[in-house]
């Protein structure tokens, strides 16, 4: 948020940008009492209202699902486009190139992602469109009433779909395979690491993936099973804890040497990273990143925190030449060529 | 094809008279042998000369070995209808030879490459056998264009037969290469060493040649995906995303050709377009819907598969009402049928493409002119309408080289439709979305990123009352089902007009649209001389005009004549006019070629005589 200015004298209640909390709030859920999601969508409110996120300047994107919905439920004062079952990465991909200057969120799922628009999701990673994209994953449909997802745990049992056979996709090393610059996964029950990481998405300049474990209290919430509340509290592993740093602000935590790592934003801000346990993830390198899943997955540890980035790489703007105006913005006199370049089209033509 | 077996009539070679610029030429190749080169070569000189002239490429769907015919219609009348039959077939490719020999026109001409093993027993043809190989090895010495320079040698060939000007040839050769001197001369040798050589060897034993005429002048030669991308770059277009589809990939190509030249700001050498290959039809429809959503001049290009895949976004596109613009380059059908051969078979699919009650704006270019024309046109109806508009071409119209009138400049500003600025906010207080201000159907949308607080809305594909917020109730549905219905309406009244000609007497009326026009103008000619008048009208656009229920009502009997098996216009025109569908009959076709006057004339006098 590199054009928020700080008001001279800050009022009480208000933001950075003179906003107070409610203008950053959406309208009632729908979803089940308790739901993941709305937790997460609380969490964004949080971290938009703290940056300062101009929210007219903000673009929420989903597909179909209980997820999806979601983006009805905070800031409402953000434009919203809840599109197609799996089919969100394109018209986000569209509406970022016709207006490149915008932040926009897409709130995805498991089912959404994970399946239907599995091959959507590879390629909006591979064009590096600059965007928060926010799986929500809970293992399961909810709106359909209980199948499995894509990410259901082999051996799972779930009421209504019985036994799941299949391997799960681990969409975080899909995201890291496929190009993307910023993979992080966190449990929806952990505000403190959510909140933080999406400040950290939000200073990206491509797209970067929050595979957030998102608890479905209806169909899927059984202790044993992976996505629910209990196994993510108690077996949610950190791997780093992250501090986000607004371009500008002064790295004001104190850490002993060689305790942390910091990761410069493409847009000035910094992202500090402590480690928790002996050894220190280093997440600017991909095989290490990739090696942390695979081991995740052999010893089953539910490992959360920043896997993956890389602020280098240019976004889908940057390769589209996408000057100072958008392409929405323009009008007859830079869209339509001169009549005189007709006729010389013309008189050149056999 | 010309597969048709022809009743053999020996007619006497010397007696006839000359038969000037009213014949066809097919020739026969393999594809990827680089035939194109040859053939338009001979398309552009005969149209330098002045000559009216069509050209149909009729091309397999393979990268190289396949046959392939390549058609040129020279006719001083002015028709450029594809033949069924040509009088003069070029066989260059063994494996067709056979075939290509039945299909000549009796009297007509076969030339031959002469290393061909043929049987010379139908005694009404003129046969030249040319030395196609020989004449290449002789004259070209870098043996990898061999090949390609060896059908040089019936463009010099032809030309000494037929009299066309090796000058205009050479003009040809010289655009074709780009103003590049080398492989213009290496092929111009060949022509010239082939004319030679046919001059000293063959004796002419043919009534058909070309004279120079002045029917061509101020006339360009081009292909209707090229005219629609420059039309939607004239029309504003800033985003386009597409994948790739015969036939209609060459339409993105020369978005991709032309939008470098002419969209660059001169002032900070930054494009004001993006054009984007997308990893599938669905994705490039969900990016042209995103982009026209946040205020882009958007569209995407494809062919009936593509159409298919983009079912699902086309309804949410209707629904949510964005603007977008979808051109489809029609092809065979159904399912894969044939990609590289021609009909109008989308029509229906088009109109009603997505889920539920769903109908499409779709405009009907028949001309490249019109290509042109509905490329900006489009962008703006998109707009103004907040709809997907489809724009059905085809194969014929999109791939192949016509003569056309240079284009006119659009006429009328840009229309961005109703979208609503900060400034206007503050004066309003607000907005809904869905409502209808003007009962035109049409509601007022604003731009992510206007910056008022009361700017932004909840666009989605399910129910929603006129603020946009979600809604299931019953009421809500319906007025808003309602809205849209007076939108078509109102789309009625701004799409272009059919064009329509009365003639005085007529009992006959013939209602077309698209590439078929060329075959209806040289069908009706043809049934004039048999003294049957027809009145005609061209739709451009669906839904269809309410003028057209007045011209169905003064005649008595109208055919829709039309390139599908399933005659998808008529039912629709049917449709439009329950009260005297009586009067109007199908008279459709499809079997993968251009329409041809032939078979309309024949077709609507076997209809008459029912």
């Given at each position: 948020?590199?054009?928020?200015?700080?008001?001279?004298?800050?009022?009480?209640?208000?933001?950075?940008?003179?906003?107070?909390?409610?203008?950053?709030?959406?309208?009632?859920?729908?979803?089940?009492?308790?739901?993941?999601?709305?937790?997460?969508?609380?969490?964004?409110?949080?971290?938009?209202?703290?940056?300062?996120?101009?929210?007219?300047?903000?673009?929420?994107?989903?597909?179909?699902?209980?997820?999806?919905?979601?983006?009805?439920?905070?800031?409402?004062?953000?434009?919203?486009?809840?599109?197609?079952?799996?089919?969100?990465?394109?018209?986000?991909?569209?509406?970022?190139?016709?207006?490149?200057?915008?932040?926009?969120?897409?709130?995805?799922?498991?089912?959404?992602?994970?399946?239907?628009?599995?091959?959507?999701?590879?390629?909006?990673?591979?064009?590096?469109?600059?965007?928060?994209?926010?799986?929500?994953?809970?293992?399961?449909?909810?709106?359909?009433?209980?199948?499995?997802?894509?990410?259901?745990?082999?051996?799972?049992?779930?009421?209504?779909?019985?036994?799941?056979?299949?391997?799960?996709?681990?969409?975080?090393?899909?995201?890291?395979?496929?190009?993307?610059?910023?993979?992080?996964?966190?449990?929806?029950?952990?505000?403190?690491?959510?909140?933080?990481?999406?400040?950290?998405?939000?200073?990206?300049?491509?797209?970067?993936?929050?595979?957030?474990?998102?608890?479905?209290?209806?169909?899927?919430?059984?202790?044993?099973?992976?996505?629910?509340?209990?196994?993510?509290?108690?077996?949610?592993?950190?791997?780093?804890?992250?501090?986000?740093?607004?371009?500008?602000?002064?790295?004001?935590?104190?850490?002993?040497?060689?305790?942390?790592?910091?990761?410069?934003?493409?847009?000035?801000?910094?992202?500090?990273?402590?480690?928790?346990?002996?050894?220190?993830?280093?997440?600017?390198?991909?095989?290490?990143?990739?090696?942390?899943?695979?081991?995740?997955?052999?010893?089953?540890?539910?490992?959360?925190?920043?896997?993956?980035?890389?602020?280098?790489?240019?976004?889908?703007?940057?390769?589209?030449?996408?000057?100072?105006?958008?392409?929405?913005?323009?009008?007859?006199?830079?869209?339509?060529?001169?009549?005189?370049?007709?006729?010389?089209?013309?008189?050149?033509?056999? | 094809?010309?597969?048709?077996?022809?009743?053999?009539?020996?007619?006497?070679?010397?007696?006839?008279?000359?038969?000037?610029?009213?014949?066809?030429?097919?020739?026969?190749?393999?594809?990827?042998?680089?035939?194109?080169?040859?053939?338009?070569?001979?398309?552009?000189?005969?149209?330098?000369?002045?000559?009216?002239?069509?050209?149909?490429?009729?091309?397999?769907?393979?990268?190289?070995?396949?046959?392939?015919?390549?058609?040129?219609?020279?006719?001083?009348?002015?028709?450029?209808?594809?033949?069924?039959?040509?009088?003069?077939?070029?066989?260059?490719?063994?494996?067709?030879?056979?075939?290509?020999?039945?299909?000549?026109?009796?009297?007509?001409?076969?030339?031959?490459?002469?290393?061909?093993?043929?049987?010379?027993?139908?005694?009404?043809?003129?046969?030249?056998?040319?030395?196609?190989?020989?004449?290449?090895?002789?004259?070209?010495?870098?043996?990898?264009?061999?090949?390609?320079?060896?059908?040089?040698?019936?463009?010099?060939?032809?030309?000494?037969?037929?009299?066309?000007?090796?000058?205009?040839?050479?003009?040809?050769?010289?655009?074709?290469?780009?103003?590049?001197?080398?492989?213009?001369?290496?092929?111009?040798?060949?022509?010239?060493?082939?004319?030679?050589?046919?001059?000293?060897?063959?004796?002419?034993?043919?009534?058909?040649?070309?004279?120079?005429?002045?029917?061509?002048?101020?006339?360009?030669?081009?292909?209707?995906?090229?005219?629609?991308?420059?039309?939607?770059?004239?029309?504003?277009?800033?985003?386009?995303?597409?994948?790739?589809?015969?036939?209609?990939?060459?339409?993105?190509?020369?978005?991709?050709?032309?939008?470098?030249?002419?969209?660059?700001?001169?002032?900070?050498?930054?494009?004001?377009?993006?054009?984007?290959?997308?990893?599938?039809?669905?994705?490039?429809?969900?990016?042209?819907?995103?982009?026209?959503?946040?205020?882009?001049?958007?569209?995407?290009?494809?062919?009936?598969?593509?159409?298919?895949?983009?079912?699902?976004?086309?309804?949410?596109?209707?629904?949510?009402?964005?603007?977008?613009?979808?051109?489809?380059?029609?092809?065979?059908?159904?399912?894969?049928?044939?990609?590289?051969?021609?009909?109008?078979?989308?029509?229906?699919?088009?109109?009603?493409?997505?889920?539920?009650?769903?109908?499409?704006?779709?405009?009907?270019?028949?001309?490249?002119?019109?290509?042109?024309?509905?490329?900006?046109?489009?962008?703006?109806?998109?707009?103004?309408?907040?709809?997907?508009?489809?724009?059905?071409?085809?194969?014929?119209?999109?791939?192949?080289?016509?003569?056309?009138?240079?284009?006119?400049?659009?006429?009328?500003?840009?229309?961005?439709?109703?979208?609503?600025?900060?400034?206007?906010?503050?004066?309003?207080?607000?907005?809904?979305?869905?409502?209808?201000?003007?009962?035109?159907?049409?509601?007022?949308?604003?731009?992510?990123?206007?910056?008022?607080?009361?700017?932004?809305?909840?666009?989605?594909?399910?129910?929603?009352?006129?603020?946009?917020?979600?809604?299931?109730?019953?009421?809500?549905?319906?007025?808003?089902?309602?809205?849209?219905?007076?939108?078509?309406?109102?789309?009625?009244?701004?799409?272009?007009?059919?064009?329509?000609?009365?003639?005085?007497?007529?009992?006959?009326?013939?209602?077309?649209?698209?590439?078929?026009?060329?075959?209806?103008?040289?069908?009706?000619?043809?049934?004039?001389?048999?003294?049957?008048?027809?009145?005609?009208?061209?739709?451009?656009?669906?839904?269809?005009?309410?003028?057209?229920?007045?011209?169905?009502?003064?005649?008595?009997?109208?055919?829709?004549?039309?390139?599908?098996?399933?005659?998808?216009?008529?039912?629709?025109?049917?449709?439009?006019?329950?009260?005297?569908?009586?009067?109007?009959?199908?008279?459709?076709?499809?079997?993968?070629?251009p329409l041809t006057a032939r078979w309309i004339t024949e077709a609507i006098l076997k209809l008459e005589a029912a």
């Open positions: 948020m590199a054009t928020v200015a700080t008001p001279a004298t800050p009022a009480k209640n208000v933001n950075r940008i003179g906003l107070p909390r409610a203008d950053y709030k959406g309208l009632e859920s729908t979803l089940c009492n308790g739901c993941g999601h709305d937790s997460i969508s609380a969490q964004i409110i949080t971290a938009c209202y703290e940056l300062g996120v101009r929210p007219e300047g903000l673009i929420k994107f989903s597909g179909i699902g209980c997820s999806s919905k979601s983006p009805a439920y905070f800031m409402s004062r953000s434009f919203g486009f809840n599109s197609l079952h799996g089919r969100m990465p394109s018209v986000a991909t569209g509406a970022l190139i016709a207006n490149h200057t915008l932040h926009a969120i897409g709130v995805s799922g498991d089912g959404d992602t994970g399946s239907i628009g599995f091959g959507q999701f590879k390629h909006l990673l591979r064009r590096n469109l600059r965007l928060v994209y926010i799986m929500e994953n809970n293992g399961v449909y909810g709106l359909t009433k209980g199948q499995f997802s894509a990410t259901a745990d082999i051996g799972q049992e779930i009421k209504y779909a019985g036994r799941n056979d299949f391997l799960p996709i681990d969409l975080c090393l899909e995201a890291i395979v496929s190009g993307c610059g910023f993979v992080a996964r966190s449990f929806a029950g952990d505000p403190r690491q959510v909140v933080p990481l999406l400040k950290g998405a939000f200073s990206h300049r491509g797209t970067a993936l929050l595979d957030i474990i998102s608890p479905c209290v209806t169909f899927n919430n059984k202790d044993d099973s992976t996505k629910s509340y209990a196994w993510g509290k108690a077996h949610d592993e950190r791997i780093n804890d992250f501090t986000y740093v607004m371009p500008q602000e002064e790295i004001t935590v104190d850490y002993a040497p060689g305790e942390t790592k910091a990761v410069t934003m493409h847009d000035g801000s910094r992202i500090v990273l402590k480690k928790v346990d002996e050894t220190m993830h280093d997440p600017t390198d991909r095989l290490a990143a990739l090696r942390l899943l695979e081991e995740a997955r052999e010893k089953q540890l539910f490992i959360t925190g920043l896997l993956y980035v890389n602020p280098n790489q240019p976004g889908l703007a940057e390769h589209e030449r996408l000057g100072q105006v958008p392409l929405a913005r323009f009008q007859q006199d830079q869209l339509r060529p001169a009549p005189e370049t007709l006729s010389k089209l013309m008189a050149g033509m056999f | 094809m010309t597969m048709l077996e022809v009743q053999e009539r020996p007619v006497p070679l010397d007696d006839r008279q000359p038969i000037v610029n009213d014949f066809s030429i097919s020739v026969a190749t393999k594809n990827g042998s680089g035939s194109q080169t040859a053939n338009t070569a001979l398309l552009r000189a005969l149209f330098k000369m002045g000559i009216p002239v069509s050209g149909k490429n009729l091309f397999p769907s393979n990268i190289q070995g396949l046959p392939t015919w390549y058609t040129i219609r020279v006719s001083h009348e002015g028709f450029i209808a594809r033949r069924p039959r040509a009088e003069i077939v070029v066989a260059m490719n063994p494996a067709t030879a056979m075939e290509d020999r039945k299909s000549v026109e009796p009297g007509g001409v076969f030339m031959y490459a002469d290393d061909l093993k043929l049987q010379t027993d139908r005694s009404d043809l003129a046969y030249y056998p040319i030395p196609a190989k020989k004449l290449s090895q002789e004259h070209e010495a870098d043996a990898k264009l061999r090949t390609y320079v060896a059908n040089m040698v019936y463009v010099g060939a032809l030309a000494h037969l037929l009299s066309i000007s090796l000058t205009e040839i050479e003009s040809a050769l010289m655009f074709h290469f780009k103003g590049k001197r080398k492989p213009v001369d290496s092929n111009m040798k060949v022509v010239r060493a082939a004319a030679e050589w046919v001059a000293a060897n063959l004796e002419k034993k043919d009534p058909y040649r070309v004279e120079a005429m002045n029917a061509t002048s101020g006339l360009i030669m081009l292909d209707g995906n090229t005219a629609a991308a420059l039309g939607a770059i004239y029309g504003g277009v800033s985003f386009a995303a597409w994948y790739p589809i015969t036939p209609a990939t060459s339409l993105a190509d020369a978005l991709n050709a032309y939008l470098p030249q002419l969209r660059v700001d001169p002032a900070t050498k930054e494009p004001t377009y993006s054009v984007i290959q997308a990893e599938d039809e669905i994705a490039a429809l969900g990016m042209v819907l995103g982009a026209g959503w946040a205020g882009a001049r958007a569209m995407t290009s494809t062919s009936g598969p593509g159409v298919s895949l983009m079912s699902e976004f086309a309804g949410l596109g209707y629904y949510a009402e964005i603007p977008a613009v979808i051109w489809d380059i029609q092809r065979m059908g159904p399912s894969t049928g044939l990609p590289t051969r021609v009909a109008q078979g989308d029509v229906i699919s088009a109109y009603f493409l997505g889920h539920g009650d769903t109908k499409n704006v779709c405009l009907l270019p028949g001309s490249i002119n019109e290509c042109f024309e509905f490329g900006w046109r489009a962008l703006d109806l998109a707009e103004r309408l907040q709809t997907p508009v489809f724009v059905l071409s085809d194969l014929d119209l999109g791939m192949n080289q016509w003569m056309t009138k240079p284009f006119d400049y659009p006429t009328e500003p840009m229309d961005r439709g109703k979208v609503l600025s900060a400034e206007a906010l503050d004066k309003l207080g607000g907005f809904k979305r869905y409502k209808d201000v003007e009962g035109d159907g049409i509601g007022w949308r604003t731009l992510p990123g206007t910056d008022h607080p009361f700017a932004a809305y909840f666009t989605r594909g399910s129910g929603h009352n006129e603020a946009a917020g979600y809604s299931e109730r019953p009421d809500d549905w319906e007025n808003n089902m309602a809205r849209l219905g007076r939108k078509f309406e109102t789309a009625r009244g701004l799409l272009p007009r059919p064009v329509e000609e009365r003639v005085d007497g007529a009992d006959i009326a013939i209602i077309s649209y698209g590439s078929a026009d060329p075959a209806v103008a040289e069908a009706r000619a043809r049934l004039a001389k048999e003294d049957v008048k027809t009145s005609y009208l061209r739709l451009r656009a669906l839904p269809l005009a309410e003028s057209v229920k007045d011209f169905i009502a003064a005649h008595p009997r109208v055919y829709v004549v039309e390139l599908n098996s399933d005659a998808q216009m008529c039912q629709l025109v049917r449709l439009h006019a329950p009260e005297l569908a009586g009067r109007v009959q199908p008279c459709h076709h499809s079997d993968g070629l």
